[in-house]
Each structure stands twice: as structure tokens, then as C-alpha cells.
């Protein structure tokens, strides 16, 4: 499922203000989601970045975390929690 609410930010983009982010004294707190619902709690709360964690996508749908998921699927996930928040 895909939750469409910002405009499309292009992955040049995304990488380069991830960069200014990593050159920052401070540290850059990046929480694990496993969805666009998680990904868009993580944004409200203030994080500037985050991680699709495998072991809670595993989780969410009920299987045991042993690396059953495809990559195909891990980065179709990935798709929509960038499409969801337009966060690195």
C-alpha cells in the first residue's frame, strides 16, 4: 500500500541532503519504520531521516525474521515509505 501525500522528491535530492545532514556536528537519531504509517510517525516526531528495518517488515506481516523476504520485496517497501514522507 502506497500513501501518497507529498511530491515525489528525486533520490539526487534525497542523497544530497542526507549528506549535509551527516556533515553536521549533531548527532543524526535515525529510527527503523517498516511502513508508510511508521515512516510518517517518525517524520512528526521530528527525525530527519530513517531505516527500513527488515526484522520489523518481517514482523508486520507475521513472518519470523530468517530472511524469507525477497529484495524485490524489501525495496518495493522502501518505494513507498520514500513516496509516503520524502525523507532520506
Known amino acids: 500500500m502506497t500513501w501518497f501525500i507529498e511530491e515525489e522528491i528525486s533520490q539526487r535530492t534525497l542523497a544530497d541532503q542526507f549528506?549535509?545532514?551527516?556533515?553536521?556536528?549533531?548527532?543524526?537519531?535515525?529510527?527503523?519504520?517498516?511502513?508508510?504509517?511508521s515512516a510518517l510517525i517518525a517524520k512528526q516526531s521530528g527525525f530527519k531521516a530513517l531505516y527500513l528495518s527488515g526484522a520489523a517488515y518481517t514482523a508486520s506481516k507475521g513472518l519470523p525474521d530468517l530472511g524469507i523476504i525477497t529484495s524485490s520485496e524489501l525495496a518495493e517497501r522502501a518505494r513507498d515509505i520514500v513516496r509516503a514522507i520524502s525523507l532520506f
Request: no cysteine; proline share 5%; hydrophobic share 30%.
Open 19 to 37: 549528506k549535509a545532514e551527516m556533515h553536521k556536528r549533531d548527532i543524526l537519531k535515525i529510527p527503523g519504520t517498516y511502513d508508510g504509517m
